[in-house]
């Protein structure tokens, strides 16, 4: 850079310039002195600009293919949305811009639609991720026994739940009850039924859970669960296998949290900003966290309750996620939040049906959004590692691996509903084609990845030897 700036200056062509006090020269001869001291490469802009690119393409994303991560719901998230989130309108704001009635006019209305699509009398906005969401229905059922003079210490949950389910539990201070599955995958009644006693606040059920597997016996779970006093806590993270179709508020659930950052056009992951709105029924909405949104006379306010559990994140939660929310349910209708989960239940069964014949499916029933396969029985020594490092050679993202903990060797595989036939049934071919390399040539699968830019790593050295600092020899 110094080189061609010192060139130019002479006037290299012959053309002699004037000497210009132009500010961005100061700027310059800094990032000189910057340069001098970290002793970086002498290198032109093209080759650092064409070394960037050719490192972004090496990234895999939800625009690049397909992404089957069960429990994560990687789908496409329509463009427009983000459109409609970075409209001035919205960006300009100030969090500290006293009553801004744009921005708190969708915020209530997004919070009475996400009411009418789960059942629920009221929902706050502030949680930042589901786990948050989940901390926060948590604390509101401990406001809530509080407020009654009742201790009540134990939440249950079965093994099938979320792995966020038992921290959160622990998190608030309550003790874990861990319940296990049925042969169906479902909640065991019996053991239920056992362990439900007056120390119990609540039960806390991921719905569909961690197997993809929808709760049959919900009712009589949540009659038993109320009989006893206590409260139905359900995870909905992954509301897209349900919309349209159940209303967790009509099967007696109490509390819930949704992810706007999976079913509702925020794209998971990637550490960019998310939200767990939490839904309770009448009797918690004084618990919520303060303040809520409320419509007095045209004007929209804010409103705190004196048995708040108070606020749980800073000004509002995560404004943009609520407008690509509000913008997404509101383009798709009823109607269209229906074939969400119509689409997302028929993909996820469409590919279970195709694979089961090839690898061992321990729950074999009707699945939601996700279902989950096993490495038991493979020959060769192969184990779900394995498979997963081999997708990578045929340019398929991994599925999720070793969760849950309940199955051996775990595959966990969400197509989610945007997914097309031709994408579902390019992953059905490869992974039968996997399926026979596991016999005929099993080196292929064990030593893979091969074609990729790094090969297998050591993933036991990087995390027990993690060490991030460049050092120039
Ligand atoms: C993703 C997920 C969570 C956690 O959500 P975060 O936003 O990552 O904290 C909780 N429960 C279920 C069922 C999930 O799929």
């Known amino acids: 850079m110094k080189l061609i700036f010192e060139k130019s200056r002479e006037g290299r062509c012959g053309v002699s310039l004037p000497e210009l006090d132009v500010p961005l020269r100061k700027g310059l001869l800094d990032s000189e002195l910057v340069r001098d001291e970290l002793d970086l490469p002498e290198v032109s802009e093209v080759d650092v600009i064409r070394h960037y690119t050719k490192l972004s393409c090496r990234n895999f994303g939800v625009d690049s293919g397909f992404y089957p991560l069960g429990s994560c719901t990687m789908k496409y998230n329509p463009k427009v949305n983000e459109d409609v989130s970075r409209y001035s309108g919205f960006i ?13 006019k969708l915020m209530y209305h997004l919070e009475k639609m996400l009411c009418e699509i789960c059942g629920m009398d009221a929902f706050t906005l502030q949680p930042a991720a589901g786990a948050h ?59 239920l039924k056992e362990v439900l006693d007056s120390n119990v606040a609540a039960v806390m059920l991921t719905i569909p859970n961690t197997l993809g597997i929808f709760e049959e016996d919900i009712l009589e779970i949540t009659r038993l669960v109320h009989d006893n006093g206590s409260l139905v806590y359900m995870d909905g993270a992954n509301m897209n296998a349900l919309l349209g179709y159940v209303k967790p508020g009509d099967m007696g659930v109490d509390v819930m949290h949704l992810n706007l950052h999976k079913t509702f056009s925020t794209p998971h992951g990637g550490g960019g900003p998310g939200a767990g709105p939490v839904g309770v ?3 918690l909405s004084k618990f919520l966290p303060n303040p809520s949104i409320v419509l007095n006379d045209d004007i929209y306010e804010f409103s705190n309750s004196s048995k708040s559990i108070g606020k749980v994140r800073a000004f509002y ?15 798709l209708g009823s109607e269209g939040l229906r074939k969400v989960s119509e689409n997302a239940v028929l993909n996820a069964n469409y590919l279970k049906e ?47 691996v070793y969760f849950p903990l309940i199955v051996k060797g775990a595959m966990m595989i969400e197509p989610n509903e945007t997914e097309s036939k031709e994408t ?33 790593l050591d993933a036991v050295k990087a995390a027990r030897e993690l060490n991030l600092t460049y050092k120039r020899e």
């Open 92 to 104: 300009d704001c100030h969090p500290l811009q006293p009553y801004n009635q744009g921005c708190l």
């Open 133 to 191: 969401g989940e901390l926060t229905g948590l604390m509101i059922i401990k406001a809530y026994f509080s407020d009654k003079g009742e201790i009540r210490s134990k939440i249950i949950t079965p093994d099938s739940s979320h792995g966020t389910n038992p921290a959160s539990i622990s998190m608030c201070g309550f003790e874990t009850v861990q319940i296990n599955s049925d042969d169906k995958g479902q909640v065991d009644i019996g053991e």
């Open 281 to 283: 029924k009448r009797d």
């Open 354 to 400: 195709r694979l089961k014949g090839d690898y061992n499916l321990p729950y074999d029933s009707l699945c939601k959004h996700e279902f989950v396969l096993s490495d038991e029985g493979l020959p060769n020594g192969v184990a779900t590692l394995d498979i997963a490092k081999r997708l990578l050679d045929y340019g398929i993202h991994p599925m999720t």
């Open 424 to 456: 579902l049934d390019n992953f059905v071919d490869v992974m039968k084609k996997i399926r026979v390399e596991i016999d005929n040539n099993p080196s292929l699968v064990l030593e893979a990845p091969s074609n990729t830019v790094v090969k297998r």
């Open 317 to 331: 939660g995560s404004f943009g996620v609520m407008v690509k929310a509000f913008s997404y349910i509101r383009a």
